[in-house]
T-cell receptor, first 114, second 114 residues
Framework: DAGVTQSPTHLIKTRGQQVTLRCSPKSGHDTVSWYQQALGQGPQFIFQYYEEEERQRGNFPDRFSGHQFPNYSSELNVNALLLGDSALYLC?????????????FGDGTRLSIL | GESVGLHLPTLSVQEGDNSIINCAYSNSASDYFIWYKQESGKGPQFIIDIRSNMDKRQGQRVTVLLNKTVKHLSLQIAATQPGDSAVYFCAEKTRTGGSYIPTFGRGTSLIVHP
């Protein structure tokens, strides 16, 4: 039973470029959340997708957008990259948006902006 | 415990000792609390959770205590092993719109010396 898988594992971009990160949720899960984790910090919530729609959003600018596909996989897009976007981007999946459903995390995509 | 300054709080213990990691949460309306373990190069891994109507929950070698009066959460690890070395995050879940979105603390680094 595959867990949450993310691709790519590492990525290097330059300022102003655009990037797309991908996530496949754990089998049986239908909800995907994305987080940004800066070095030495806890994960910060970006947004959550359920039923192919963005249901909740954290305090991130519109440069951050996403998509969920019918098979529940998801993409995170970041436009006009800034140096401060360098971080580990984590995807987490769960079964629906209920309270007591722990999220399962992937190992993340390490994004470096030069 | 919760972070101050730029450096991650660190707890160093000897193998076989019991470890206690503390966390102060911010929202008295939070309904659900989770502890995650994050090893280097990996995503956060679920350890144990507790609902706000409980004050203690035990798992295998781990116990979570919740004190809602002072908004304090702790994770106790019995007979700590070198494999327990990691960064530990507490997260609180609060209902936001139709979803329960977790808010993570900065984390505590646990170092277990053999």
């Amino acid at each position: 039973d595959a867990g949450v898988t993310q691709s790519p594992t590492h990525l290097i971009k330059t300022r102003g470029q655009q990037v797309t990160l991908r996530c496949s949720p754990k089998s049986g899960h239908d909800t995907v959340s994305w987080y940004q984790q800066a070095l030495g910090q806890g994960p910060q919530f970006i947004f959550q997708y359920y039923e192919e729609e963005e249901r909740q959003r954290g305090n991130f600018p519109d440069r951050f957008s996403g998509h969920q596909f019918p098979n529940y996989s998801s993409e995170l897009n970041v436009n006009a990259l800034l140096l401060g976007d360098s971080a580990l981007y984590l995807c987490a999946s769960s079964l629906n948006r209920a309270l007591n459903q722990p999220q399962h995390f992937g190992d993340g995509t390490r994004l470096s902006i030069l | 415990g919760e972070s101050v300054g730029l450096h991650l709080p660190t707890l160093s213990v000897q193998e076989g000792d019991n470890s206690i990691i503390n966390c102060a949460y911010s929202n008295s309306a939070s309904d659900y609390f989770i502890w995650y373990k994050q090893e280097s190069g990996k995503g956060p891994q679920f350890i144990i959770d507790i609902r706000s109507n409980m004050d203690k929950r035990q798992g295998q070698r781990v116990t979570v205590l919740l004190n809602k009066t002072v908004k304090h959460l702790s994770l106790q690890i019995a007979a700590t092993q070198p494999g327990d070395s990691a960064v530990y995050f507490c997260a609180e879940k609060t209902r936001t719109g139709g979803s329960y979105i977790p808010t993570f603390g900065r984390g505590t680094s646990l170092i277990v010396h053999p």
